[in-house]
């Protein structure tokens, strides 16, 4: 079982299955992007992730617990492993083209399903990186920890994702299994990744529910014990909590003991796993290529009503928002991401107590009234248009727009449309979403705080500016570096580099934009002036760039 899963590893590596970094021999940009990437988009975003890092720590540190940003890294990096964990389960086990190339070879379901998790794995290694690396080594640093303290942290990170994809690995089996039946193939994949998600999503919820704990219990357990605080934030991956007792006690020999523990309970799952996915695995992915369709006969006084006319930006536009929608790879990583944190936001007002509900909306009639002085309000514009910009380049929709053209890129040199429209249908695609999922968020919370209608509108005027900014970065990005040699969707959106870039530069922006309000500290008409006016010359300047360059650059490219 071992030589052929690492063999199939090895073949899935080869073929595109893991990391590709986007550089291409002999393309200027390539180096560039790259160039940028490392020097400019990473140091910045860590500088700013470390600064926050160092906030959070010096305050828990004047009640003396520290551990806590400890517990917080690996509770926010298990959770986010596992949220998008389930879109990478679903791409890679179920979506791929080449899974049903495997299922005539003499390989057991438990060694094709190895071999993709440890290419998934390979994704949440970077994740893991961004996140829990940094609040590691700060920790490390401020506590003088020695070698052994690096050592334990560099093993946990190793085995950190797998208890989160093999939960996601589990759901995603379970609901492909049910839903992979019937005519309507397409539709039942998109509807199976939905219902994972929507089932990950309630059962993290619900299980915040359960966890209530009273100030008063809250200070006992402080008093009795100073690393309390920490396992409170593991309770929704419990193996998380041997990590985390191993790195607060890694001086002692109960540090290796919950090392040890914490890594056999990993590939315990993992193994488990395995067993679960000789069972269903096979039963769920065979036939997953195939699809129902329907004959209608039309008559000839039918056609007329049949045809519609459009202009040709919005005809171009809902093709391409039918083919995001109707594509379940495109669907789930580039449309649903969109509108994962309104429903977080909505979930957790379903799932909170009863207290909590209280709470929460007396904390929002606090809020309305506080949005009312000038300068508060400022710098709420200010945070709600930063987060915007971070929301518009998160999706990834035009920062593969020409990528998932493919090789069939050329067909868009002879439609009878210009270079220009074809590019900003392309964009306002990826617009449309993200603004799409910004407004569920925006106006509920607008209408519960009961925001001054002025304030509300200029807040949705410049967030949809600021996504217009970071969707045309994302597409000059993919035009300057489009991965077009590409055999699955699956490679033109997991396998493309051009995502994180353009979430890095949309990053730059959101948090250049949030750490500007707080140093200058507006008031809401100066702050709307400033902030909107910046948007908009970037906007202006971004859209010079792609009516010139840009269209110079689609004529150039060929599929």
């Known amino acids: 079982m071992r030589n052929k899963t690492f063999v199939l590893t090895k073949v899935l590596l080869k073929n595109g299955g893991g990391i590709d970094f986007g550089f291409k021999r002999g393309s200027k940009w390539s180096w560039v992007l790259m160039a940028a990437f490392f020097l400019v988009f990473i140091p910045i975003a860590l ?273 391409e928002m039918k083919i995001l929608i109707r594509t379940p790879i495109y669907f789930l990583n580039c449309v649903v991401i969109n509108f994962v944190w309104p429903l977080f936001l909505i979930m957790g007002l379903f799932f909170s107590s009863n207290e909590a509900e209280v709470g929460f909306v007396e904390r929002l009639g606090t809020l309305s009234g506080i949005l ?11 945070v709600v248009l930063g987060i915007a910009a971070i929301l518009g380049g998160s999706n990834g929709i035009t920062a593969t727009a020409i990528s998932r053209e493919g090789q069939q890129l050329y067909v868009k040199h002879y439609i009878p449309m210009r270079y220009q429209e074809q590019l900003i249908a392309k964009l306002l695609s990826g617009v449309v979403f993200s603004y799409a999922g910004f407004l569920l968020m925006v106006i509920p919370a607008a209408v519960l705080i009961k925001a001054p209608v002025y304030f509300t509108i200029l807040v949705l005027a410049a967030s949809f500016a600021a996504m217009l900014l970071t969707g045309m970065m994302g597409l000059m990005i993919d035009l300057l570096n489009p991965k077009l040699d590409w055999d699955t969707e699956q490679m033109a959106v997991k396998q493309n580099m051009n995502l994180l870039y353009n979430m890095l530069a949309s990053m730059v922006i959101g948090f250049g934009l949030i750490a500007l309000t707080f140093m200058l500290r507006l008031e809401i008409a100066a702050a709307a002036v400033l902030f909107s006016g910046i948007v908009i010359l970037g906007c202006a300047g971004m859209y010079y760039l792609m009516k010139t360059y840009g269209t110079v650059r689609f004529r150039e490219l060929e599929g």
């Open 372 to 382: 009312q002085e000038p300068e508060i309000a400022g710098i709420v514009f200010g």
């Open 47 to 319: 500088f700013a992730f470390l600064e926050l890092i160092g906030l959070l720590y010096q305050g828990l540190a004047v009640i003396g617990q520290e551990s806590v940003i400890i517990s917080w890294g690996l509770a926010i990096s298990s959770l986010i492993i596992f949220i998008f964990g389930i879109f990478h389960i679903l791409s890679t086990f179920y979506f791929a083209n080449d899974v049903e190339n495997f299922l005539p070879l003499p390989v057991k379901p438990r060694e094709i399903v190895g071999a993709k998790f440890f290419t998934v794995v390979l994704y949440e290694y970077l994740l893991v990186g961004f996140v829990f690396l940094p609040i590691l080594v700060y920790y490390g640093i401020q506590q003088k920890a020695g070698i052994l303290f690096y050592l334990y942290g560099l093993i946990i990170t190793v085995f950190l994702p797998i208890v989160p994809l093999v939960l996601a690995a589990f759901l995603v089996m379970l609901v492909m299994r049910v839903t992979n039946l019937g005519r309507y193939r397409e539709m039942l994949k998109i509807g199976g990744g939905l219902l994972s998600f929507a089932l990950g999503v309630s059962i993290n919820f619900f299980l915040q529910r359960f966890d209530t704990i009273t100030p008063e219990m809250l200070q006992q357990m402080i008093l009795d014990d100073r690393n309390a605080l920490s396992m409170l934030q593991t309770r929704l991956f419990p193996s998380v909590q041997w990590a985390l007792k191993s790195l607060i006690n890694f001086e002692i020999a109960s540090g290796l003991t919950n090392l040890l523990i914490f890594a056999a309970l990993s590939a315990a799952a993992f193994l488990v796993l395995l067993f679960f996915a000789e069972l269903i695995y096979f039963k769920g992915v065979i036939g997953i290529s195939e699809s129902g369709s329907r004959r209608h006969r039309i008559k000839a006084d039918q056609v007329g009503g049949l045809v519609k006319q459009r202009t040709p930006i919005l005809s171009y536009l809902l093709l």
